[in-house]
């Protein structure tokens, strides 16, 4: 079992910065694999980014590389998004998710779901 807290959403204009948090509980963190999804109003869940367990692995989604960057600590059990140069279309609830395998995008491939975090991002 395994619990996701996030953290660090908020209002932010654009082009600017904000860095999303997510702690997540239980033992063997390391062997979670790791992705953050975002959901703007009316539409569905999208994948933005995954980490392997050690974190020598990252995926993307296309649309997002060179602007977000996802990195964990194992340590202190958190994985956080780094999220730059940002977009009104950015605006979404952003959800931390984990995974036992695979650095996949499909939401039905993630076992855990933190509750999300709001990010606004105005003109």
């Known amino acids: 079992q395994v619990q996701l807290v996030e953290s660090g959403g908020g209002l932010v204009q654009a082009g600017g910065s904000l860095r999303l948090s997510c702690a997540a509980s239980?033992?063997?963190?390391?062997?979670?694999?790791m992705g953050w999804f975002h959901q703007a109003p009316g539409k569905e869940r999208e994948f933005v980014a995954a980490i392997s367990g050690s974190g020598a692995s990252t995926n993307y989604a296309d649309s997002l590389k060179g602007r977000f960057t996802i990195s964990r600590d194992n340590a202190k059990n958190m994985v956080y998004l780094q999220m730059n140069s940002l977009r009104p279309e950015d605006t979404a609830v952003y959800y931390c998710?984990?995974?036992?395998?695979?650095?996949?995008?499909?939401?039905?491939?993630?076992?855990?779901w933190g509750q999300g975090t709001q990010v606004t991002v105005s003109s």
């Open positions: 998710a984990a995974r036992l395998s695979g650095l996949g995008d499909s939401t039905n491939q993630y076992t855990f």
């Open positions: 239980g033992r063997t963190f390391s062997q979670w694999i």
